[in-house]
């Protein structure tokens, strides 16, 4: 296969993506440097003194791991400088991050999860970023507010995520179908490994926590029984796949087929949308799924038409292969009835 970088992909399909614009390049191109630098410590995590926890606990009330903070320090670093954005929200900060006055601004505006699947990290499990972009809905000119963060996922210009597995990848789509870079260490670059990937119709794996089983309502356990009853419409005994790496999780089922659940559960009543979050973990994945062919649901309504009220906001994720997800989604609707 020919060599293919990101940007040169970017620029040959300039003329299907309005996104090719040189601010968009120069934004991606940033993403993907912030990738490099933290995959290189992902790495040696082992290595240097960036395993383990940092003490704190984030806005999530979630233990902060070194790894966290050094990938959300890269991101905002590097982002805030590349005079393409107007603001970043990251999970791990409470508020939106604005650009200082005296450094270039941009329209764009990054949401993240610097680092997802950080309980794994000292586990040398893959773990990885997701990002989210939107455009600002005020004037340029106009200090820019929550209302230009708060835009449903269906006004997402672009969405991705990099994965530090057995090998490092890209995978983003500006809604142009979704395209897949692997890094070649030896030079350095993300060459497309993966064009315009399609997520099978149907699939052969559920991934969810069953640990959470009797936190879970009625319609959730009745679709994890679909999966794992032979008698199925498939007429076929899904496989378990959880790796309790969102990112992880959805990439193999993104490839091979199959759906992945973070339903509503009743373990904590501050909770009780369950763990993953709309801006930075759903948005993203649920545009990338869709452009892919599949769907990405709360149960039953579609991620994307979803209108956040807040930065941090949670929302049950069931995701994955389209005739899966809306297996799942009649469960729930017969249940709601
Ligand atoms: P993060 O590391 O960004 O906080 O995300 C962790 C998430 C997600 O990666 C994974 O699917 C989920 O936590 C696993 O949660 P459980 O351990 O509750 O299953
Ligand atoms: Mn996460
Ligand atoms: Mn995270």
Redesign the pocket.
């Known amino acids: 296969m020919s060599q293919i970088t990101v940007i040169e992909h970017l620029l040959y399909h300039q003329k299907e993506s309005p996104m090719a614009t040189g601010r968009f390049t120069r934004l991606l191109s940033e993403m993907i440097l912030s990738g490099k630098i933290i995959n290189q410590e992902v790495n040696k995590a082992g290595l240097v003194e960036i395993l383990g926890l940092t003490g704190e606990t984030n806005v999530?009330g979630?233990k902060v791991r070194k790894l966290d903070e050094f990938a959300n320090h890269v991101l905002e670093h590097r982002l805030q400088r590349a005079g393409v954005l107007c603001a970043l929200a990251s999970?791990e900060k409470a508020d939106l991050i604005t650009i200082p006055k005296d450094y270039p601004q941009g329209d764009y505006i990054l949401i993240f999860?610097p680092?997802?699947?950080?309980?794994n990290i000292d586990a040398n499990v893959s773990i990885g970023t997701i990002f989210s972009i939107f455009r600002r809905t005020s004037p340029s000119h106009e200090p820019v507010t929550l209302a230009d963060v708060l835009q449903r996922g269906a006004e997402q210009v672009a969405a991705g995520y990099m994965i530090y597995g057995s090998s490092t990848m890209l995978v983003y789509t500006t809604g142009n179908g979704v395209h897949g870079f692997t890094l070649d260490p030896s030079v350095g670059e993300f060459l497309l490994s993966h064009p315009d990937i399609r997520t099978p119709k149907f699939g052969k794996i559920y991934s969810a926590?069953e640990g959470y089983w009797h936190y879970w309502d009625e319609a959730t356990r009745k679709a994890i029984t679909y999966f794992k009853n032979p008698d199925n419409e498939r007429h076929q005994v899904y496989s378990s796949r959880y790796i309790?790496?969102?990112?992880a999780?959805f990439h193999r089922n993104l490839l091979y087929g199959g759906i992945f659940l973070?339903p509503a559960d009743k373990r904590d009543p501050k909770h009780p949308h369950g763990?993953?979050r709309l801006m930075c973990e759903a948005n993203p994945l649920a545009m990338i799924v869709e452009q892919a062919g599949g769907l990405a649901t709360d149960g039953i309504n579609r991620i994307l038409d979803i209108q956040p009220a807040e930065l941090h906001q949670r929302v049950p994720l069931v995701i994955g292969s389209y005739d899966d997800v809306s297996r799942v989604r009649e469960f729930m609707l017969r249940d709601a009835a």
Request: zero cysteines; glycine letters at 12%; a negative charge.
């Open positions: 999530q979630e999970e999860d680092l997802d699947g950080s309980s926590n309790g790496s969102l990112v999780d973070y763990k993953l």
